[in-house]
C-alpha cells in the first residue's frame, strides 16, 4: 500500500460524517442532513474509484485477487448502490444500514492491508483505530448525558408546573416542548456515533490481531447500551412517547450507560491487552 495513510483516514472520516447525516436525516427528516450526507459519500465514493482505477490500470491487478482487495470493491460496491438509491427511492433507513455495512467492509480491508503492506504506518493507522474507537464512545456518552439532563429539567419542570410552584424562576429552565426536543436531538446524534465507535473497536481488534471477546462485559455492556437508545428512537417514533415518558425512560437509559462506564469497564480487560 503505497498510498499515503492520511488520505485513507479522510475517506474514514468522510464515510463517518456521511453515516451521522444519513442518521439525522432518517431520524429527524432532515433535507439539510440528507444533501450534506449526498455529497460527502460522494466524495467518499470518488476516492474510492480513484484508487480501483490506479489499481487496475497502473498497477494491472484487477481488485478482486485478494481477500482485503475483494473486501475493499465490496465497499465501493455498496457505496455506489447506495448513491443511486439516494436518488431514485426514499428508502432513507435501508441507506444508512446499507452504509454502516460499508463503513465496516472498507474499514476493515483498509486496516488490514495497511498493517500487511505499510509496517511503520499500517501500525500507526491501527492504533489511531484504537483512539477513534474510544474517543467516539466518549462523544456519544457526552451527547446522552446531555440528553439527559434535559429529561431531567423535564421532569423538574414538569412537576413544579403541575404542582403550581417556583414559577418566580422556573421560566429558567426552559419550555417543556424544546427541552424534549433537545434530548431528543442528543439521542439521534449520540446513537450513530456510538455505532461507528464499536465498528472501530471490532475493526481494531482484527486488524491488530488482538483477541476479540464478544462475551467481554465491555463489549456486552457497549452493545446494551446502544440497544437502549436504540429502543429509546423506537418508543419515540414508532410508539409516538413523548414528554414524561420518554424522560423517565431517557433517565433510566443513562443508568445504564453509568453502570457500563463504571463497573464494566473494571471488569473488563479488553482494552487493558
Same mark, same amino acid.
Given at each position: 500500500m503505497e498510498d499515503p495513510?492520511? %488520505?485513507y483516514e479522510i475517506i474514514l472520516i468522510i464515510y463517518g460524517l456521511s453515516l451521522v447525516g444519513y442518521f439525522i436525516e432518517f431520524i429527524q427528516y432532515n433535507r439539510k442532513a440528507n444533501r450534506l450526507a449526498f455529497w460527502l459519500l460522494s466524495m467518499v465514493w470518488l476516492l474510492q474509484t480513484v484508487f480501483l482505477l490506479q489499481q487496475t490500470f497502473i498497477e494491472k491487478s484487477f481488485p478482486v485477487l485478494t481477500l482485503y482487495d475483494g473486501l475493499s470493491f465490496y465497499a465501493w460496491v455498496l457505496i455506489t448502490f447506495s448513491l443511486i438509491l439516494s436518488k431514485l427511492f426514499r428508502v432513507h433507513f435501508t441507506l444508512f444500514f446499507i452504509n454502516l455495512l460499508g463503513f465496516f467492509i472498507l474499514l476493515l #480491508?483498509? #486496516? $488490514? $492491508?495497511a498493517t500487511e503492506h505499510m509496517p511503520t504506518k499500517g501500525i500507526e493507522l491501527v492504533h489511531e483505530? %484504537?483512539?477513534?474507537?474510544? $474517543?467516539?464512545? =466518549?462523544? #456519544?456518552?457526552? =451527547?446522552f448525558t446531555i440528553s439527559c439532563i434535559f429529561s431531567l429539567m423535564y421532569l423538574a419542570q414538569y412537576r413544579f408546573l403541575k404542582q403550581k410552584k417556583g414559577f418566580r424562576w422556573v421560566w429558567k429552565i426552559g419550555d417543556l416542548k424544546q427541552l424534549d426536543q433537545l434530548s431528543f436531538k442528543a439521542v439521534t446524534v449520540g446513537v450513530p456515533l456510538l455505532s461507528i465507535a464499536i465498528i472501530l473497536g471490532v475493526a481494531w481488534a482484527y486488524a491488530a490481531d488482538t483477541e476479540f471477546y464478544w462475551f467481554d462485559l465491555k463489549t456486552i455492556g457497549s452493545i446494551l447500551v446502544l440497544a437502549v437508545y436504540v429502543l429509546y428512537l423506537l418508543l419515540r417514533l414508532g410508539k409516538g412517547y413523548q414528554g414524561k415518558a420518554i424522560s423517565v425512560y431517557n433517565s433510566a437509559a443513562f443508568l445504564i450507560l453509568l453502570i457500563n462506564f463504571f463497573l464494566f469497564s473494571n471488569l473488563s480487560n479488553f482494552h487493558l491487552q
Open positions: 495513510k492520511w %488520505l #480491508s483498509i #486496516s $488490514t $492491508t483505530m %484504537l483512539i477513534a474507537h474510544i $474517543t467516539l464512545a =466518549f462523544v #456519544s456518552y457526552g =451527547f
